[in-house]
């Protein structure tokens, strides 16, 4: 019996976007350069892996045959093809000795014969679906990631903190992401429970804020260590969990603050972006008090030295803040984040400072340098 199966072309290209972002194309272990499809009589299920992520994309059929088959085939080619095929369907065809496959695009329009590996061979993340975690609608679960995924780090030294730790504490759920030198914490739920707290790798995070935007998601536990599974209409992601303490990253909010600055955004980023006009963003930017009003200054041994000055007051009374610096990257990139009229709270110029805008749900924080 011939095995084949018939699909819409736009659907695959679709279904390989994600699989293409799982499967890593420069690996030493060919047959994870693969896509493994399956048929059956339910559709079709497209499979990548890289061993500590795997996703299954369902797709409808338009026919199909031969009852349940499967076929490996290089992930790169099978996407290359999808993104050619357009609206025109796709057919393909498994060969009689599991070597090869054929696919057609429309009516004989393109014809590909492919190279296959054993699907024997093709590795899954083992385990059963358990209990239901926690559901997101509309899209937050992405959304809520998106918020905290730029503080995370990307060392290979404190490998724990290379992804986002999902901590339900007994008041709140939140998502919190550092990379000891910034830190995004998002506190998306005021319930809480028992304390748990999980690690999200970064390769699954972008995962998930690329191609499930606006999805509702269903959080699942798995029933081997570490792993969680992510299910929304048509996908199911299961990945392995980072095994590391997360540290405590409460210690390192201050218990109260001194001073406040109201930063007007694009203000603020239109004055960092002045002032390392000359010599990049790799140097320290440094807030000071000129006249009243926040000044920000950047000296550099080799390209000389910029000041720019903003409408920010400096705070006023007995006391008064030190000059303080940042780098310009990190401060760029935190006020770029923010929304609207930003906060900026300090209790002294070597402690870390936290950022505040109109997303109650956030809160920022941002360790100084040397002024």
Same mark, same amino acid.
């Given at each position: 019996m011939t095995k084949f199966v018939t699909i819409e072309g736009r659907a695959l290209k679709q279904a390989m976007k994600i699989i293409s972002a799982v499967v890593e194309r420069r690996n030493t272990i060919p047959i994870l350069n693969h896509a493994k499809l399956t048929h059956s009589d339910a559709g079709l299920r497209i499979t990548g892996t890289d061993l500590d992520l795997e996703a299954h994309v369902d797709l409808d059929v338009i026919d199909g045959a031969g009852g349940n088959w499967s076929a490996c085939i290089t992930a790169s080619v099978l996407a290359g093809i999808a993104r050619v095929a357009g609206s025109m369907n796709v057919r393909? !065809? *498994?060969?009689? &000795? @599991?070597?090869?496959?054929?696919?057609?695009? /429309?009516?004989?329009? #393109?014809?590909? !014969?492919i190279e296959t590996l054993p699907d024997t061979d093709f590795p899954e993340i083992g385990g059963e679906r358990g209990d239901l975690i926690e559901a997101f609608t509309n899209g937050m679960f992405a959304a809520t990631l998106d918020k905290v995924k730029w503080c995370v780090s990307t060392e290979e030294v404190r490998y724990y903190l290379n992804g986002v730790c999902w901590h339900q504490t007994k008041k709140d759920r939140r998502f919190v992401a550092t990379d000891g030198h910034r830190m995004a914490i998002c506190k998306y739920a005021s319930e809480g429970g028992d304390e748990i707290t999980r690690i999200i790798p970064r390769k699954t995070v972008r995962i998930v804020?690329?191609?499930?935007?606006?999805?509702?998601?269903?959080? $699942?536990?798995?029933? +081997?260590? &570490?792993?969680?599974?992510?299910?929304?209409? /048509?996908? =199911?992601? *299961? =990945?392995?969990?980072?095994? /590391?303490?997360?540290?405590?990253?409460? *210690?390192?909010?201050?218990?109260?603050?001194?001073? =406040? $600055? @109201?930063?007007? *955004? !694009?203000?603020?980023?239109? #004055?960092?972006? +002045?002032?390392? #006009?000359?010599?990049?963003?790799? =140097?320290?930017v440094k807030f000071s008090n000129q006249d009243g009003r926040v000044m920000i200054e950047r000296r550099s041994p080799d390209w000389g030295n910029a000041k720019v000055k903003t409408s920010t007051e400096w705070p006023d009374g007995k006391e008064q803040p030190q000059p303080f610096a940042f780098n310009s990257r990190y401060l760029r990139e935190v006020t770029s984040k923010c929304q609207g009229a930003i906060s900026m709270r300090m209790t002294d110029q070597s402690s870390p400072f936290s950022i505040h805008d109109e997303d109650a749900t956030m809160t920022r924080v941002l360790m100084p340098m040397r002024a």
């Open positions: 393909i !065809e *498994r060969a009689d &000795n @599991d070597l090869k496959a054929t696919i057609t695009l /429309g009516d004989g329009a #393109a014809f590909y !014969e804020t690329d191609h499930l935007a606006g999805k509702d998601v269903k959080l $699942f536990e798995v029933n +081997q260590p &570490n792993r969680l599974e992510i299910v929304t209409p /048509g996908l =199911t992601i *299961r =990945t392995k969990l980072i095994d /590391g303490t997360y540290p405590d990253y409460g *210690r390192v909010i201050p218990g109260h603050y001194d001073f =406040t $600055f @109201d930063l007007k *955004r !694009e203000e603020i980023i239109a #004055a960092i972006d +002045q002032a390392t #006009a000359i010599g990049g963003n790799l =140097t320290p």
